[in-house]
């Protein structure tokens, strides 16, 4: 595709139930980024993939979330059990190489989550 | 934690003057980048100056780099309503693991 697509685009769910987000990188990215923005504030990195492997999953806020990339291309973030407090933008990039080597993010329009 | 703090949080000037926006950051850095977000959506890329840059140009975009201060700054010149965004700045430092950290933003508004 054009660009990094992510689905749902808005997602409202209940208190405990589990969600999946999708996000589709560029196609030849072979990072993708996973971001978390709540209301009014910057965002916060949850968890990255150079290629299928996630070497740091320091940012993931806990257990209750985890991440998968297959085929080197599509990522899902799975939350379990949701909590309000999981309300917000999920934001995913992708870029050719980590940024390590001075490379700029694709991001997608995220999917905002809402937990009720 | 945040790595970058942009100032001011909020900025609105009239259409045709210039916008500067800061960014200070705590670590030693790789690079650093702006990146511009509309509608609390999606971010764009707009410029990254690397360590060993002090100054960039793109268009009406100026980025200033001060590895000594660890700060940088973005100018747009000759503002339009169509800049009305929050800017956001980014670094990527040596042993972050290849992530980029990203400040609070800062809320332009152009008034036409």
């Known amino acids: 595709g054009a660009g990094v697509s992510q689905s749902p685009s808005n997602k409202v769910t209940e208190k405990g139930k589990d969600v999946e987000l999708r996000c589709d990188p560029i196609?030849?990215?072979?990072?993708l980024y996973w971001y978390r923005q709540s209301l009014g504030q910057g965002l916060e990195f949850l968890i990255y993939f150079q290629g299928n492997s996630a070497p740091d999953k320091s940012g993931l806020p806990s257990d209750r979330f985890s991440a998968e990339r297959t085929g080197g291309s599509v990522s899902t973030l799975t939350i379990q059990r949701t909590q309000q407090e999981d309300s917000a933008v999920y934001l995913c990039?992708?870029?050719?190489?980590?940024?390590?080597?001075?490379?700029?993010?694709?991001f997608g329009s995220g999917t905002q989550l809402s937990v009720l | 934690s945040q790595q970058g703090e942009e100032d001011p949080q909020a900025l609105s000037i009239q259409e045709g003057e210039n916008a500067t926006m800061n960014c200070s950051y705590k670590t030693s850095i790789n690079n650093l980048q702006w990146y511009r977000q509309n509608s609390g959506r999606g971010l764009v890329h707009l410029i990254l100056?690397?360590?060993?840059?002090r100054e960039k140009h793109s268009g009406r975009l100026r980025v200033t780099l001060d590895t000594s201060k660890k700060s940088s700054s973005l100018l747009i010149t000759a503002s339009r309503a169509a800049d009305t965004a929050s800017y956001f700045c980014?670094?990527?430092?040596?042993?972050?693991?290849?992530?980029?950290?990203f400040g609070k933003g800062i809320t332009l508004s152009v008034r036409p």
């Open positions: 196609s030849g990215h072979t990072a």
């Open positions: 980014a670094t990527d430092a040596p042993g972050a693991n290849s992530k980029l950290t």
């Open positions: 100056i690397r360590s060993n840059e």
């Open positions: 990039a992708s870029s050719p190489r980590l940024t390590g080597k001075n490379e700029k993010l694709f």
